[in-house]
Each structure stands twice: as structure tokens, then as C-alpha cells.
């Protein structure tokens, strides 16, 4: 029966194990943990290809638990019944590890059902999710348990599992492997940090390579067509959608074009041009501001030239937004002021919208008095004083001008005039 690679690959012992070094190097948390012997209810939580399964394999065979595996996207309560049936058996002498993959596929009910037997000790769990833990796990599976961050693997580590990959496949067929030099460091590094992914291309470059006697050749370009776009670890609903956009909004909030476009282009070669457009268009407003209002037309323009030009091409008018806000002078008045007005009124401070300002229709039906609204046109500069906010809100100031020259300008005017 075909086993593949990455699984015949897999390591058994945590110095095996590619990457991690913060929780598996030699001061790691997690493997002075493992080394205890002490296990406790644990929650893997990183990008797939890094490790997860691997490190509750080795834990396992390091107890004298037995090990039960369950994968979430398949498994029902009545697994979990099956499990819970066979505690205080001779089945399960020592106890059961549970390695449950893919939790945040479990309900709140379907996790809840563990937590009597993680609360004795009859059950310890390792789960894994590629989500953030800490919006799909229910929080009394979490402070039962302790949270590892797997982190993607650095291309110099992928490279020594790609290296062992061609040497076991060159063993098993009994050739000889010309790799062509770069051929593993560019299978490594264009990964996106998944050593399953990168096994995976070697066992396929393996397959399909030009073969002479007992001499495979390993090309580079053979390396290039097989993997073409694996590099992009992209879900547009998951934590990796969330952490480019939020990478892309930051660099051209700090007048980083060059950290723009490279987060730009992350998003469209996911083909995810709309994520990229939301953000252009919104730092537009929020960091850039007032500081130059005439960003915003701008980059509207370039947004709606490229939602009508489609992808590729669309990154053209993006990377001209992008490199236009990143060197554009910065202002959060804006956002600091509508989100202060917005706490207000959501703390209730309202109040009765002041009589010269309310519609005129009211006059003469009842009130105390006309309105007694001042058009300001009439007056010089189009301005006289007057009450706009409630009674209740009279005084306060929600703008405060942004320190750069247009807003500036606007307040040493206004300043002249309002004296």
C-alpha cells in the first residue's frame, strides 16, 4: 500500500524534528515539559506542515498512555463515547492521550464532553487547529490546557527534511541522485514554511524526473514547474487572510512602500483582490487623513481602475495607491475624532438637538419660541457663533488638528477668525 513520504519521513524523536526551536530547542518550554514525563492538556495551535502531529506522535510513544487519535473534521460525540468507554479498562491501564485534530471543527457540546475527564487526568489532551485558538476553542477547554504556537519553518531548517527526502528515495530505488546545486534550498524556500508540502514536491520531482542508468537528475527548473505557487499559505477566512491585510494596512501606515507592496503582492497572488482594495481605500481615510485629503479621490481611482482592469493587470493602479500612501504625509485626526463621537453616543451622551438647529417645519406648532437659527452666510468670513452640539455635549471638542500642513493651515484660519 502507497505511504507517502512525508508520513515515512516523519521523525521519532524531538531532535528529528525541523524547526520549533522556540518551544523544542535545547531550553525549550515544551521539551523540558515532554522530558518530564509530565504531560499536560495541551492545545497546538500553527500553520499545517509544521510539526503539530509529529511532536503528539512523540509524546505519545514517551508515556506510558495509550494514544487515541481523533480528527475533528470526522469525528462525532459518539468517538468521543467510544474513548470515555474504554477509561479504567485494561485497554487504557495509564490512561488516554487524546490527540484531537482540527478542533475548532468540534461544537462547544462535543468539547465540553471532555472536560470531566481532562478535570481527573483520566484524558489528557493534545489538540491541534491552524485557527486562532483563541476565537474557536471554548474557553473551559482553554484554561484546562496550555497553548504552543507552531510557527512556519525557516527555509535553511526545511532544507535538511528535503535533503533526507532524496537520500531515502535515492536508497529505496537504488539510483543515484545528480541534484542540481540550489535544487533543494529552492524547494525549501518556496514551501511557505510546510515541510509536508516540501516532501511532497520532492516525491513528485522524484517521480517525474529524467532518468539515465541509475542516475535521477534533480533540476531546478523541474523544482520550479512542480511547485509553480506553493509558497502562498493563503485562507481568505482564516488567520492568514487577517494577518496580511493587517500587515499591509500597517506598512503604509508607517511609510513602508517597499513592506506595502510586498504584502500587496501576497494578497494578489491569492488572488484576493477585494481584501486588498478594502484596506487601500480605508487607510486612505484613517492614516493619511486630512494631512492630504486629495489621497482619497485618488485612490479611489486607482481601486476602480483596477476592479474594471481584473487581475493582473489591477496590480498596477494597487501598487500606485500603495506606493502613494505610503509616502504620503500621515493624519489620524480624522479617526480619532469620528471614534471619539461615536463613544459618546454610544455612552448615551445625546441630549435634545439644540432649537436653532432643529428642521423648521416645527416652528409655530406648539414650541416656546422660533427657532432662531443664524445662517452664517450672512455674516463675515460665513461664520458667527452659535450652540451645535446638545446641551449636554456643549464645550466638547472631538477634532484636534493633525500637526501636518494642510491641517495647520486650517487652524491658524479658523484660530484668526474664531478670536
Not at 514517551?62 to 468517538?79: E, P, V
Not at 533543494?184 to 517525474?208: H, M, P, T, W
Request: glycine share 6%; with cysteine; aromatic share 8%.
Amino acid at each position: 500500500m502507497y505511504r507517502p513520504l512525508a508520513d515515512e519521513l516523519r521523525p521519532t524523536s524531538l531532535e528529528d524534528v525541523v524547526g520549533q526551536k522556540h518551544i523544542l530547542g535545547a531550553d525549550g518550554m515544551l521539551r523540558r515539559i515532554v522530558q518530564s514525563g509530565q504531560i499536560p492538556n495541551m492545545v497546538f495551535y500553527g500553520p499545517s506542515g509544521t510539526g503539530k502531529t509529529t511532536v503528539a506522535s512523540i509524546i505519545a510513544a514517551r508515556t506510558n498512555r495509550t494514544l487515541r487519535r481523533l480528527n475533528a473534521t470526522t469525528a462525532g460525540i459518539s468517538d468521543i463515547r467510544a474513548i470515555i468507554a474504554e477509561l479504567d479498562t485494561m485497554l487504557t491501564p495509564g490512561g488516554v492521550l487524546l490527540y484531537l485534530d482540527e478542533i475548532q471543527y468540534f461544537n462547544k457540546k462535543q468539547q465540553q464532553s471532555l472536560l470531566e475527564f481532562m478535570e481527573d487526568g483520566r484524558i489528557t489532551l493534545i489538540a491541534s487547529t491552524t485557527e486562532n485558538p483563541y476565537f474557536y476553542i471554548y474557553n473551559a477547554v482553554l484554561s484546562r490546557s496550555t497553548v504552543f504556537e507552531f510557527k512556519p519553518v525557516p527555509a535553511a531548517e526545511a532544507a535538511r527534511a528535503v535533503k533526507r527526502a532524496i537520500r531515502l528515495l535515492s536508497e529505496r530505488e537504488g539510483v543515484k541522485a545528480d541534484t542540481e546545486p540550489g535544487t533543494e534550498e529552492y524547494i525549501a524556500s518556496v514551501c511557505g514554511g510546510d515541510v509536508r508540502k516540501a516532501l511532497n514536491a520532492v516525491e513528485l520531482l522524484f517521480s517525474a524526473a529524467k532518468r539515465e542508468g541509475e542516475t535521477v537528475f534533480l533540476t531546478r527548473d523541474d523544482a520550479k514547474a512542480i511547485t509553480q505557487r506553493s509558497a502562498m499559505r493563503y485562507d481568505r477566512e482564516g488567520d492568514d487572510h487577517f494577518d496580511v491585510v493587517s500587515a499591509l494596512m500597517k506598512s503604509l501606515r508607517g511609510s513602508d512602500p517597499d513592506a506595502a507592496l510586498h504584502y500587496l503582492a501576497r494578497l494578489l497572488e491569492a488572488g484576493d483582490l477585494t481584501g486588498a482594495c478594502r484596506r487601500i481605500l480605508c487607510s486612505a481615510s484613517e492614516d493619511i487623513g486630512l494631512a492630504y485629503p486629495q489621497a482619497v479621490s485618488m485612490v479611489k481611482s486607482c481601486v476602480d481602475s483596477a476592479l474594471q482592469l481584473g487581475l493582473p493587470e489591477a496590480r498596477l493602479p494597487l501598487a500606485q495607491a500603495c506606493i502613494l500612501l505610503a509616502t504620503a504625509p500621515k493624519s489620524n485626526s480624522v479617526v480619532m475624532a469620528i471614534d471619539a463621537a461615536i463613544s459618546d453616543v454610544k455612552k448615551g451622551k445625546a441630549g435634545p438637538i439644540p432649537r436653532e438647529l432643529q428642521n423648521v417645519h416645527a416652528d409655530g406648532t406648539g414650541f416656546e419660541r422660533e427657532q432662531g437659527y443664524l445662517y452664517p452666510h450672512n455674516y463675515d468670513h460665513h461664520w458667527v457663533k452659535q450652540q451645535y452640539l446638545p446641551d449636554e455635549l456643549a464645550g466638547v471638542h472631538y477634532y484636534e488638528y493633525g500637526d501636518n500642513k494642510n491641517e495647520q493651515a486650517a487652524k491658524a484660519y479658523w484660530d484668526k477668525i474664531k478670536e
